[in-house]
C-alpha cells in the first residue's frame, strides 16, 4: 500500500508541474519573427518574356516545274548565289526531243498552209472562168454556184491550215519553256541555307512542286520569330526595344526591336499565342536560322521610383484585428491601383496605403503613400523556431534583411 500511496502521489506532482509549466508558458508573450525588405528607390523596368526562332528575314523555297532525273547540281550549302544563276540541272533528253517534235509539226502545219494557198489560187482561177462562161450563158447557174462553192472552201481551207500553225508554235514555245525549266536557277542574290536533292535522285512535280533548294537572300539581317501569350499581348507594341539570348552564346543578351506585331492566333492544346517578330543585326554572323531565342521585350520602364517587392502588397498579419491604414496621398486618376504595405515600427507591423503602380515578376514601383526610402515593409512571417534571415530576399539591387517581434 505504500509502494502505490507513494506511484499516485509522484503522478499527481508531475501533473501539477506540467499545468504550471503551460500556464506559464501561455502567459508568456508570442513571440514572431518578420522576413522584411528596404525600400528603395531606383529604376524599374517591366518585360514580357517569349520563346521563339531564329530565321532569316526573307527566304525563297526553290522547287521544279518538270520531273525528271537530277543531272546536276553547283552548287551546296552555304553557297552564295546571284539572281538567274543556275544552281541544279534537270536531265533535257526529253524534253530536247519534244521540241524537235514541235518543230516538226510546226514545219507540216506551214507546208499544209502553203497547199491550201495554192489550191485556194486554182479554185480562183476556176471561179473567174466559170464566170465568163456564164456570162456567154454556156455555162449553168448551178456549174457557176458549186464553182463560187469551192473557192470559199479553198479560203476556208487556208485560214484552218494558218490556225494549226498557230497551234504548232503554240506547242514548240511551251516545249521550248519546259526545256528551259530544266536550269534550275536562282531567283534571288542570298545563299544556300538547305539543299534536298543529289545528282541522279528523280524529281516529280506532279500535284505539288517539289522543294530543291532554300534560299535566305541575307543573313546579315535577322528575324526572331517569337510567340507571346495572349496575357501578355496586348502590352506588346511596333518599336518596342527587346533582348534575347540562345543557347549557342547563354551570357550575351543579345538586342532588337519590335518590327511586327501579327493578328494571327495560333493555338496548341487550348494556349493561344501570337507572332511578335523582331529584327535584328547579324553583321557578325554569329547567329544561325533555327536558333531558339529566349525573348524579353521592354513594355514599361520608371526612372526613378519607390520600389518594394510584390510580396509586402500581398501579405497580411495573421493578427484577427487589423488597423486602419494610414491614407495615400491622392493620385492622379488612372495612374495605379491602390494597395496596401506592411511597415515595420518598433516591433509590430502597421499598415499603410499605397499607389502600387508599374510591376515586374518580383518587384513593384510605388506611386504615392506613406513610405519613404529606408523602410522595412514586411513579406511574411517567418516559420516558428527559424533563425531570423540575414540578408533581404528581394531582387538584386534592393536591400532588406529581417525584425524580430513579440
Given at each position: 500500500?505504500?509502494?502505490?500511496?507513494?506511484?499516485?502521489?509522484?503522478?499527481?506532482?508531475?501533473?501539477?508541474?506540467?499545468?504550471?509549466?503551460?500556464?506559464?508558458?501561455?502567459?508568456?508573450?508570442?513571440?514572431?519573427?518578420?522576413?522584411?525588405?528596404?525600400?528603395?528607390?531606383?529604376?524599374?523596368?517591366?518585360?514580357?518574356?517569349?520563346?521563339g526562332?531564329?530565321?532569316?528575314?526573307?527566304?525563297v523555297?526553290?522547287?521544279?516545274?518538270?520531273?525528271?532525273?537530277?543531272?546536276?547540281?553547283?552548287?551546296?550549302?552555304?553557297?552564295?548565289?546571284?539572281?538567274?544563276?543556275?544552281?541544279?540541272?534537270?536531265?533535257?533528253?526529253?524534253?530536247?526531243?519534244?521540241?524537235?517534235?514541235?518543230?516538226?509539226?510546226?514545219?507540216?502545219?506551214?507546208?499544209?498552209?502553203?497547199?491550201?494557198?495554192?489550191?485556194?489560187?486554182l479554185?480562183?482561177?476556176?471561179?473567174?472562168?466559170?464566170?465568163?462562161?456564164?456570162?456567154?450563158?454556156?455555162?449553168?447557174?448551178?456549174?457557176?454556184?458549186?464553182?463560187?462553192?469551192?473557192?470559199?472552201?479553198?479560203?476556208?481551207q487556208?485560214?484552218?491550215?494558218?490556225?494549226?500553225?498557230?497551234?504548232?508554235?503554240a506547242?514548240?514555245?511551251?516545249?521550248?519553256?519546259?526545256?528551259?525549266?530544266?536550269?534550275?536557277?536562282?531567283?534571288?542574290?542570298?545563299?544556300?541555307?538547305?539543299?534536298?536533292?543529289?545528282?541522279?535522285?528523280?524529281?516529280?512535280?506532279?500535284?505539288?512542286?517539289?522543294?530543291?533548294?532554300?534560299?535566305?537572300?541575307?543573313?546579315?539581317?535577322?528575324?526572331?520569330?517569337?510567340?507571346?501569350?495572349?496575357?501578355?499581348?496586348?502590352?506588346v507594341?511596333?518599336?518596342?526595344?527587346?533582348?534575347?539570348?540562345?543557347?549557342?552564346?547563354?551570357?550575351?543578351?543579345?538586342?532588337?526591336?519590335?518590327?511586327?506585331?501579327?493578328?494571327?492566333?495560333?493555338?496548341?492544346?487550348?494556349?493561344?499565342?501570337y507572332?511578335?517578330?523582331?529584327?535584328?543585326?547579324?553583321?557578325?554572323?554569329?547567329?544561325?536560322?533555327g536558333?531558339?531565342?529566349?525573348?524579353?521585350?521592354?513594355?514599361?520602364r520608371?526612372?526613378?521610383?519607390?520600389?518594394?517587392?510584390?510580396?509586402?502588397?500581398?501579405?497580411?498579419?495573421?493578427?484577427?484585428?487589423?488597423?486602419?491604414?494610414?491614407?495615400?496621398?491622392?493620385a492622379?486618376?488612372?495612374?495605379?491601383?491602390?494597395?496596401?504595405?506592411?511597415?515595420?515600427?518598433?516591433?509590430?507591423?502597421v499598415?499603410?496605403?499605397?499607389?502600387?503602380?508599374l510591376?515586374?515578376?518580383?518587384?513593384?514601383?510605388?506611386?504615392?503613400?506613406?513610405?519613404a526610402?529606408?523602410?522595412?515593409?514586411?513579406?511574411?512571417?517567418?516559420?516558428?523556431?527559424?533563425?531570423?534571415?540575414?540578408?533581404?530576399?528581394?531582387l538584386?539591387?534592393?536591400?532588406?534583411?529581417?525584425?524580430?517581434?513579440?
Amino acid at each position: 500500500m505504500g509502494a502505490r500511496r507513494f506511484r499516485i502521489g509522484v503522478a499527481l506532482g508531475l501533473a501539477a508541474l506540467a499545468g504550471y509549466v503551460a500556464w506559464t508558458m501561455r502567459s508568456e508573450p508570442e513571440r514572431r519573427e518578420w522576413v522584411t525588405a528596404t525600400v528603395e528607390r531606383g529604376p524599374l523596368v517591366s518585360t514580357v518574356a517569349a520563346t521563339g526562332t531564329v530565321n532569316p528575314v526573307k527566304s525563297v523555297i526553290v522547287g521544279t516545274y518538270v520531273s525528271g532525273p537530277v543531272a546536276a547540281i553547283d552548287v551546296d550549302f552555304n553557297s552564295k548565289v546571284r539572281r538567274g544563276q543556275r544552281i541544279a540541272k534537270i536531265d533535257p533528253r526529253n524534253f530536247v526531243g519534244k521540241v524537235e517534235q514541235a518543230r516538226a509539226s510546226l514545219a507540216d502545219a506551214q507546208a499544209q498552209v502553203r497547199k491550201a494557198e495554192a489550191e485556194l489560187a486554182l479554185r480562183r482561177s476556176q471561179l473567174g472562168r466559170q464566170e465568163k462562161l456564164a456570162t456567154s450563158r454556156v455555162l449553168s447557174v448551178e456549174e457557176l454556184d458549186v464553182a463560187r462553192s469551192s473557192a470559199k472552201q479553198a479560203e476556208a481551207q487556208l485560214s484552218l491550215a494558218g490556225a494549226e500553225v498557230e497551234k504548232a508554235r503554240a506547242s514548240l514555245k511551251d516545249a521550248e519553256v519546259n526545256l528551259g525549266y530544266t536550269d534550275i536557277v536562282s531567283p534571288v542574290d542570298g545563299i544556300v541555307v538547305s539543299r534536298n536533292v543529289d545528282v541522279g535522285q528523280t524529281v516529280a512535280a506532279t500535284f505539288q512542286t517539289p522543294t530543291l533548294f532554300v534560299i535566305a537572300e541575307s543573313l546579315e539581317r535577322m528575324q526572331v520569330n517569337a510567340f507571346v501569350g495572349e496575357a501578355d499581348i496586348g502590352r506588346v507594341r511596333e518599336g518596342q526595344e527587346a533582348s534575347f539570348t540562345v543557347d549557342a552564346f547563354p551570357g550575351r543578351a543579345i538586342p532588337a526591336v519590335v518590327r511586327q506585331v501579327r493578328n494571327a492566333p495560333t493555338t496548341v492544346q487550348n494556349v493561344v499565342t501570337y507572332d511578335v517578330v523582331l529584327d535584328v543585326d547579324n553583321r557578325d554572323g554569329t547567329l544561325k536560322p533555327g536558333m531558339t531565342a529566349n525573348v524579353r521585350i521592354v513594355t514599361d520602364r520608371v526612372a526613378d521610383s519607390l520600389l518594394v517587392p510584390t510580396a509586402a502588397l500581398r501579405f497580411r498579419p495573421p493578427s484577427a484585428e487589423e488597423a486602419p491604414p494610414s491614407p495615400a496621398p491622392p493620385a492622379p486618376a488612372g495612374a495605379g491601383r491602390a494597395g496596401r504595405v506592411w511597415r515595420l515600427e518598433g516591433e509590430q507591423p502597421v499598415a499603410v496605403a499605397v499607389v502600387a503602380g508599374l510591376s515586374d515578376e518580383t518587384t513593384t514601383a510605388i506611386e504615392s503613400g506613406g513610405i519613404a526610402p529606408g523602410d522595412r515593409v514586411v513579406l511574411r512571417l517567418a516559420p516558428q523556431g527559424a533563425a531570423p534571415p540575414s540578408s533581404n530576399p528581394m531582387l538584386p539591387g534592393l536591400g532588406g534583411g529581417s525584425r524580430r517581434g513579440r
